[in-house]
């Protein structure tokens, strides 16, 4: 395992290098352009995150703001935009003078204080980058001390957890936060988030438009027959609610629900779904959508429930035994963090950044395979399918960073994963989920 992490971190290693040669390779071609288009400077303007994690929450929001800000002072012209495992970035010309940009660029680094995570490099049209150090100015203190940057970072200062959650808080102010889930646009949403988790394709191991994954038992016909019963199992979520009934009919909703799944289809297609989609909904209905208040909602709602009618031998509750794992049942107690901390937010940011849909929902899968406790995989192939789902979502995270076609990496995963008898039908669940809040949020 030790040799495997490493092998993983000299590969990543390269990627960054390889990303800086190819931003290099495109300012280049942006000097050329700037100077036959009668430009004065180039500017860079990228972002300045520490560790691995480039593509943050609110770093696109952050980068436009800081393009919006630039041309009232020197007028620009974008040439290039792209992203990359670095992050978001773009490449401008100017007409305003080297030093007079850098100074404009500085001013916009300095003013505000999320502006400590963008780095806008200016650049003479020979090439050579204006610094501080031009303006008589010192160098940029660290995030987190006033302590020279540089030197914080060649030191190793600050521990990485510090260092994000300071990251965290300079970007929160530019996080999308949707504040309203109405219950009955959510129910509706929640069995189109079904269809589109399911149409979603390739997927590794799971049902989609190509095959059956590693699920033997199942159809895409099958599957779309059990998502079209949903509609009933929510009315009669709402349906309860107004008639302000016992938590124990939203269960009975529920146990009817599997049975006509199970009538319909003879098999487990939405189980897991079932209940989180019914979780969420019982919740967004006691807080009338406020979405601040879901997952404290979530919580507690899963809290009576397990509380209730934990059953004790049941696949998943031997498996959580065994393996010391919390599972769906710890993921629902604890609000849902793998769609709300993890999910959502990332899918949100990939959307709002102008990636396409079915990209941005490979972009979800992969970041959900590295946070979702999917005792599925763990039922069907121990551990180590677990360890298995957390390597490949990471390298689909820097694929999809990196700007690659996912569709022959995931296919390769798929029949890899179908020989193996492995599948993630926890992550299906929570991307379905994340599909209908983003489509009910408002």
């Not at 079904?194 to 699920?215: F, I, M, N």
């Not at 019982?282 to 209730?308: K, Q, Y």
């Not at 121990?382 to 996912?406: K, S, V, Y």
Request: charged fraction near 20%.
């Amino acid at each position: 395992m030790w040799f495997a992490a490493s092998v993983n971190d000299r590969d990543l290693k390269t990627a960054l290098l390889q990303a800086r040669d190819i931003r290099q390779l495109e300012l280049q071609r942006a000097l050329d352009r700037a100077s036959a288009q009668g430009a004065a400077a180039v500017i860079t303007i990228s972002t300045n995150v520490p560790g691995q994690e480039k593509h943050q929450p609110g770093l696109t929001r952050l980068l436009h703001g800081a393009e919006q800000s630039l041309p009232e002072a020197i007028g620009l012209e974008r040439l290039f935009t792209g992203r990359d495992l670095l992050g978001p970035w773009h490449v401008a010309a100017s007409r305003a003078s080297p030093l007079d940009a850098k100074r404009a660029a500085v001013a916009i680094e300095t003013d505000f204080p999320a502006g400590r995570l963008l780095d806008l490099d200016v650049y003479r049209l020979d090439g050579a980058q204006i610094d501080r150090a031009a303006l008589g100015l010192p160098p940029r203190v660290c995030l987190i001390c006033l302590e020279p940057a540089r030197e914080c970072i060649l030191l190793q200062r600050h521990a990485v957890a510090e260092l994000r959650a300071r990251v965290n808080a300079l970007l929160q102010p530019f996080v999308p936060s949707p504040a309203r889930c109405l219950p009955h646009l959510l129910a509706t949403n929640l069995v189109r988030g079904a269809h589109l988790e399911l149409d979603l394709t390739p997927k590794p191991g799971l049902v989609d438009r190509h095959d059956s994954g590693s699920h033997t038992d199942l159809t895409h016909e099958g599957m779309r027959a059990s998502a079209d019963l949903l509609p009933r199992y929510f009315d009669g979520i709402l349906r309860c609610f107004r008639e302000q009934s016992p938590l124990e009919d939203f269960v009975q909703a529920g146990i009817d629900a599997e049975s006509r799944m199970i009538r319909t289809i003879h098999s487990n297609a939405h189980r897991g779904f079932i209940f989180l989609s019914g979780l969420v909904l019982m919740a967004a209905c006691e807080v009338d959508g406020r979405i601040p208040l879901l997952r404290p909602a979530i919580s507690d709602l899963a809290t009576r429930f397990f509380a209730r009618h934990a059953p004790s031998d049941s696949h998943g509750a031997g498996i959580r035994n065994r393996h010391a794992l919390g599972g769906i049942r710890a993921e629902a107690q604890q609000g849902l963090p793998a769609v709300f901390e993890h999910g959502w937010p990332r899918y949100r940011e990939a959307l709002e950044a102008g990636w396409g849909t079915e990209h941005a929902s490979f972009y979800l899968m992969a970041i959900l395979m590295q946070r979702v406790e999917d005792t599925t995989a763990v039922r069907r192939c121990g551990l180590a399918g677990l360890a298995h789902l957390r390597t490949d979502g990471a390298r689909l995270q820097r694929l999809l960073e990196q700007g690659q076609a996912p569709e022959p990496t995931l296919a390769a995963l798929n029949a890899e994963y179908r020989q193996m008898g492995l599948t993630m039908g926890g992550v299906a669940d929570c991307m379905a989920l994340t599909f209908a809040l983003q489509g009910a949020a408002s």
